[in-house]
């Protein structure tokens, strides 16, 4: 026995796998073709391929359709926070990710007062080690101080380009404008890019200690204290920094029609203003927010469901392409943890699950529906995100040469989601009772077969992406 044919046999990772009469669709076309893939990356594309190499496992993809593998842009495992940390780890989220037809995702980097940027950086890839997906993070400055510059320019040489910065929670890691706009500057002048979470943290303080007054503190008052305009003179404001600092931002979980109003029209004057929405806004509204604190406590997240006109809006501007990605926001908190506000709604940890959903979801309510095109799917929900934090065409591609992360799609299995059902470490579920159809069948990362039919079958860890700036 060869060494060469002993390595094959023992382990997964320089399997060689044949995926035959499946259709491709990429953000761009669809097509026939063969996929031969082998160490890990995509190595031929052709009908019908004639392999002389070998090839370990033939997938027969008829009546399937072949996507590259998803990129959820937006999550938060293990996030700490005065009620614990959210219930997914890497270990737990990342295969509930799989399972739904994700193979990357883009964490967060928070540092604690006083840590540098660096330090933080470490601390976290420690943690996301764990990880079955491939990562990357975006850092979060949660403060100015005379070293941040250097600590941003490290980031970059370690491959992060993309920093975060909250515009709410101010009394724990939001930044004033000032500080934002110096990030801005430092961030553009070095070629990297600013994600936002645009809501005016001062006035929603004001509102909610004026309901607290008057002893409106049950989850339906938490979206009074975040009306729209909160989102949208931040995002504004966001706006006006980054024309005045050159600075590319990326306007994170986008709800509102006034916000989409006001990217629009900074997209058309020129400006590299990148915008995000989240399942949860284009599928659930506030109404979401009437009923027992037990039910209603799972939709306290910021920012808070909208109204079903924006919904509409957020839909449209995936077609216009004025949003070019889905970010799930996945920060599931347990029903324990959400007791915690019981008796006063801004205990409430902030933040659902949904990152096992976002492929299915977006499928059935988005294609299935007509909302978006087979290969809008794949922009928004691969490609795009991709293309936005320097991945591409590594990842978000169906090309020779690129990372072999793809899924073998069935459009006709249908599931319906419930708490009992999902993978997600979590108690609670957004979601509950919708009705999905198609799935991953398939799910392949790195060259490896990771699902196969609804099961994890093989649990090696993903790797850390390093980004380079473009
Ligand atoms: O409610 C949310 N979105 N929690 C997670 C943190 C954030 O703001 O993105
Ligand atoms: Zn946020
Ligand atoms: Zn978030």
């Not at 027992?292 to 216009?320: G, H």
């Amino acid at each position: 026995m060869t060494m060469k044919f002993l390595k094959r046999f023992t382990t997964f990772t320089d399997m060689n796998i044949l995926i035959k009469n499946g259709t491709i669709v990429t953000s761009r076309n669809a097509f026939n073709a063969d996929i031969y893939i082998s160490e890990g990356k995509i190595v031929q594309i052709r009908t019908s391929l004639n392999i002389l190499e070998p090839v370990d496992r033939t997938i027969d993809a008829k009546g399937r359709f072949i996507f590259p593998g998803g990129i959820d842009p937006h999550v938060h495992m293990h996030l700490p926070t005065p009620a614990g940390f959210s219930a997914d780890d890497f270990d737990t989220g990342s295969k509930a990710a799989l399972l739904g037809g994700t193979t990357s995702l883009l964490d967060f980097v928070t540092p604690q007062k006083g840590q540098s940027l660096i330090d933080a950086l470490i601390d976290r890839k420690a943690e996301a080690n764990q990880s079955l997906c491939d990562y990357s993070f975006h850092v979060s400055p949660i403060e100015w101080t005379k070293s941040t510059e250097q600590e941003i320019k490290d980031c970059i040489d370690s491959g992060i380009t993309s920093f975060k910065v909250y515009m709410a929670y101010k009394d724990s890691i939001g930044l004033n404008d000032d500080d934002i706009f110096r990030v801005m500057h430092v961030v553009g002048k070095n070629r990297g890019m600013v994600t936002l979470h645009c809501e005016n943290g001062d006035e929603i303080e004001k509102l909610r200690n004026e309901l607290a007054v008057k002893g409106k503190l049950s989850p339906e008052f938490h979206p009074v204290s975040r009306p729209a305009y909160t989102e949208s003179e931040s995002v504004q404001m966001a706006i006006e920094m980054a024309k005045i600092t050159k600075c590319p931002i990326y306007i994170v979980h986008t709800s509102t029609s006034e916000s989409i109003e006001i990217i629009e029209k900074a997209q058309k004057e020129g400006y590299p203003i990148y915008s995000e929405t989240c399942p949860q806004y284009l599928l659930l509204d506030d109404s979401k927010y009437n009923g027992r604190f037990e039910e209603t406590c799972k939709y306290v997240m910021s920012p808070p469901l909208r109204k079903l006109e924006d919904q509409l809006t957020l839909w449209n501007a995936i077609s216009k392409g004025i949003v070019k990605t889905i970010g799930t926001d996945h920060c599931p908190f347990n029903l324990e943890q959400k007791l915690k506000g019981k008796n006063d709604f801004r205990n409430i940890p902030n933040g659902a699950g949904g990152v096992e959903h976002r492929m299915k979801l977006l499928f059935t309510y988005g294609v299935l529906q007509n909302r978006i095109s087979y290969n809008q799917f794949v922009d928004i929900t691969s490609t795009q995100a991709a293309k936005t934090f320097g991945l591409y065409p590594q990842k978000g591609e169906i090309a020779v040469g690129s990372d072999a992360d793809l899924l073998i799609w069935n459009p006709k299995t249908e599931n319906e989601i419930f708490v009992d059902n999902h993978h997600q470490n979590c108690d609670l579920e957004i979601y509950e009772g919708f009705k999905t159809i198609g799935e991953p069948e398939i799910v392949i990362a790195n060259g490896e077969i990771k699902v196969e039919n609804n099961k994890l079958v093989y649990e090696s860890k993903g790797k850390f992406l390093k980004r380079p700036v473009k």
